[in-house]
């Protein structure tokens, strides 16, 4: 009988360190292999029964989905570790999943979530006896000031405490969490400093990644920073190579996100090199992934906000049997839901106008598209000499080399005059002032400044990275000799400031968002 006992006992204890092997096997391929971690995470979720094995599997998995770029199976991991570890009181295992779920709700777009999740982190470890407690929790301070930094541009004042934290987070055995704050460093190391400090401390980070345990998901994030640096530079030979090497990568790990970051910026170094072939090529294929990215996106937000709801929901009919602890946590969350609410909508109803001139601005331009195409069906065949003293075949061929000048770029040369474009066309000045102001109602000067209003709003619109760009950049890169004549244009074209209307793009999505936070909090 005892014998048959010792051998059950031996048997669990067998299995379990198998279980603990494969994790630790899924460990050492988290950011080379991702995809062969998820099997072995699946395989511990499928056949252990022991609790923690299994919190510890579905982190595990939660980030190898990161590395993947799926965040949507990325929160979802995230949220049954969190459960499990809740429900078994698990204090160690909630500290460390709170601080991956920091990082998560951040790169969601979901700021005040992770700043509440830091207070979370603090009310959940109590009067708790956990070893790392304070060293979490100080990590998490560092993360949130450093975010908030990041958030109002203050790059250079956010690198301190990104550094901050990864320095705590070394002494934790086996953190994680490092690596996810060494992301940050990386992307916000090119903002901070100038082009030639940045690209040697990322050669030196490189370095370091390439002598330890290979992980090539750092090393994607890297030579992605290092391609962009090479371009501001204008080397844009070297750009591509380090492009198309964080390319290969990004595929390996199947990380969309990173592989439309990573396309879209050699589609630009393309362009800067002369080959619009590939241009429009790699435009094309970055496009189709901007869809599914959004998508999971958002996909990983509505599972946040369904975890959110159904959690509180059920905790609300077990709080009058719950400790005094307990309750706090709740009334915190609650508490969150409702002053991100209130806090939304105080903050949009101040800028309902700026938001009405930037929906203004674009369906105004759509209808102008809608308009373009219609005239284009049976255009040039309607009166188009009607008030003009001009040639119809000069004035049909002058429509058609318009339409060629504003599909390319030319309009975005400094030194692009009247006189130039039309020694361009072959024609005279009063010729193609008299057809820009007939068929484009507007003089050239309007038309050209508009043109290069709707191109850098293009760029701000479909490139991220444009978001982060100073004004006096875009002002350079659209074609204007100044910052505030740019302003100036912009605002004439747009309604609202350059600054404010990158605002509104950059918070574009937080406001879809958040839009659920209203739905459930009415």
């Excluded at 704050?181 to 940045?198: F, G, H, P, R, W």
């Excluded at 996909?299 to 309750?327: G, L």
């Excluded at 409702?338 to 806090?343: A, D, F, I, K």
């Excluded at 930037?358 to 009166?383: G, P």
């Amino acid at each position: 009988m005892y014998g048959l006992l010792f051998f059950c006992a031996t048997s669990v204890a067998q299995k379990n360190n198998d279980f603990s092997e494969m994790l630790l096997e899924a460990s050492s391929v988290l950011y080379s292999q991702p995809q062969q971690a998820i099997k072995i995470t699946e395989h511990v979720l499928k056949n252990s029964e022991n609790t923690n094995q299994k919190i510890k599997a579905y982190l595990l998995e939660a980030r190898a989905y990161y590395v993947s770029g799926d965040y949507n199976l990325t929160a979802l991991n995230t949220l049954e570790a969190k459960k499990l570890a809740e429900a078994s009181e698990d204090f160690e295992m909630q500290m460390e999943i709170n601080i991956f779920g920091i990082h998560m709700l951040n790169l969601l777009g979901l700021d005040l979530a992770a700043e509440k999740y830091v207070e979370f982190t603090q009310l959940i470890i109590g009067d708790n006896n956990i070893s790392n407690k304070t060293l979490y929790y100080s990590a998490a301070e560092e993360i949130l000031k450093a975010n908030k930094r990041i958030e109002l541009q203050q790059f250079s004042d956010a690198i301190p405490h990104i550094t901050t934290a990864i320095e705590i987070l070394k002494k934790i055995p086996n953190s994680y969490a490092e690596v996810e704050t060494q992301v940050t460093l990386i992307e916000t190391y090119s903002k901070a400093y100038n082009k030639d400090s940045t690209q040697a401390f990322l050669k030196t980070f490189k370095n370091k990644i390439e002598k330890k345990t290979p992980n090539e998901f750092l090393k994607m994030i890297v030579l992605n920073q290092l391609g962009e640096v090479y371009f501001m530079k204008k080397q844009y030979p070297n750009a591509q190579l380090v492009f198309d090497e964080a390319l290969l990568i990004a595929e390996h790990l199947s990380n969309k996100p990173y592989r439309f970051r990573i396309l879209e910026n050699k589609a630009i170094n393309s362009m800067a090199m002369g080959d619009t072939e590939n241009f429009y090529s790699l435009k094309k294929v970055s496009a189709e992934l901007s869809k599914e990215v959004e998508t999971n996106e958002e996909s990983a937000v509505n599972s946040v906000f369904n975890y959110t709801n159904a959690n509180h929901t059920a905790k609300r009919d077990e709080v009058y049997n719950t400790q005094n602890r307990i309750k706090t946590i709740l009334g915190s969350a609650l508490l969150l839901l409702v002053l991100t609410w209130l806090g939304l909508r105080v903050r949009y109803r101040a800028r309902i106008k700026q938001y009405e001139d930037f929906i203004r601005y674009f369906e105004n331009r759509q209808k102008a598209t809608v308009e373009k195409d219609l005239s284009q069906n049976d255009s040039i065949k309607k009166e188009v000499t009607k008030s003009l003293n001009i040639p119809k075949e000069t004035e049909e061929l002058l429509i058609q080399k318009l339409e060629q000048f504003e599909n390319s770029t030319n309009f975005t040369k400094k030194d692009m005059s009247l006189a130039q474009l039309a020694s361009q066309f072959d024609t005279n000045t009063k010729y193609l002032s008299e057809v820009i102001n007939s068929h484009k109602g507007k003089n050239f000067n309007s038309y050209i400044n508009e043109l290069r209003i709707n191109y850098i709003i293009d760029k701000l619109k479909f490139n991220k990275k444009y978001l982060q760009y100073k004004i006096s950049y875009l002002a350079e890169e659209s074609g204007f000799s100044s910052h505030s004549s740019f302003a100036t244009v912009f605002k004439s074209v747009t309604g609202i400031s350059p600054t404010v209307f990158i605002d509104i793009l950059k918070s574009k999505k937080l406001v879809s968002k958040s839009s659920k936070i209203y739905e459930h909090a009415e």
